[in-house]
């Protein structure tokens, strides 16, 4: 079946801009994690959505933001870009959410480079 | 916030040497989570580890969980190029739905 898929793949944007990143998760699965990977920070958690719902939200400024539509497609927006907003923007998909019992599968994630 | 410690952060060895790699809290996981990385793609889970002491096997790879469950330990038997790859430990606390992940190993097998 097909996997996590995340659209674009490479981006570059203008400081002050607003990017939107999509995420299109394994089919039957509900929940779709989003998280940002930078080299000095690593991979830090952004949010999680199952049923069109905000279940979790990790540490990051209101400027990220993002939704679940009803065929748990995801997209996230980050607005005001800043310099420091240039990472690997990965998507996960889950039957149930994150848990132990539940395999995660990660998209190729989405490029995004700040100038 | 939950803080997991991995070390090294980079090793660099040849092919056939053996190599450990460590992954550390100061808090108890309820479980735990070994993923490999490689370039221009996204983790991809390798084992799940739940029950102190316990120990599981991925062909040449070993996963550790310690019995107090605050650390994590993977060993790479004869390691090949083909295990290059930035190796992430990740853990779950209490009933919580947030998955945290360690700062990765970043593996280089040398032909």
């Known amino acids: 079946k097909a996997g996590v898929t995340q659209t674009p793949r490479y981006l570059i944007k203008t400081r002050g801009q607003q990017v939107t990143l999509s995420c299109s998760p394994i089919?039957?699965?509900?929940?779709v994690s989003w998280y940002q990977q930078t080299p000095g920070q690593g991979l830090q958690f952004l949010f999680e959505y199952f049923s069109e719902t905000q279940r979790n939200k990790g540490n990051f400024p209101g400027r990220f933001s993002g939704r679940q539509f009803s065929n748990s497609r995801s997209e996230m927006n980050v607005s005001t870009l800043e310099l420091g907003d240039s990472a690997l923007y990965l998507c996960?998909?889950?039957?149930?959410?994150?848990?132990?019992?539940?395999?995660?599968?990660f998209g190729e994630g989405s490029w995004l480079t700040v100038v | 916030t939950q803080l997991l410690e991995q070390s090294p952060q980079f090793l660099s060895i040849q092919e056939g040497e053996n190599l450990t790699v460590y992954c550390n809290s100061s808090s108890v996981f309820s479980s735990l989570q070994w993923y490999r990385q490689e370039p221009g793609e996204g983790p991809v889970l390798l084992v799940t580890v739940v029950t102190g002491g316990e120990v599981k096997k991925l062909k040449r790879l070993t996963f550790q969980f310690g019995d107090a469950r605050k650390d994590s330990s993977l060993h790479i038997t004869a390691a090949q190029p083909g295990d290059t790859g930035l190796y992430l430990c990740?853990?779950?606390?209490?009933?919580?739905?947030?998955?945290?992940f360690g700062s990765g190993t970043q593996l280089t097998v040398l032909p």
């Open positions: 990740a853990g779950f606390w209490g009933s919580a739905r947030q998955l945290t």
């Open positions: 996960a998909s889950s039957l149930e959410g994150p848990s132990s019992g539940n395999t995660i599968y």
């Open positions: 089919s039957g699965h509900r929940s």
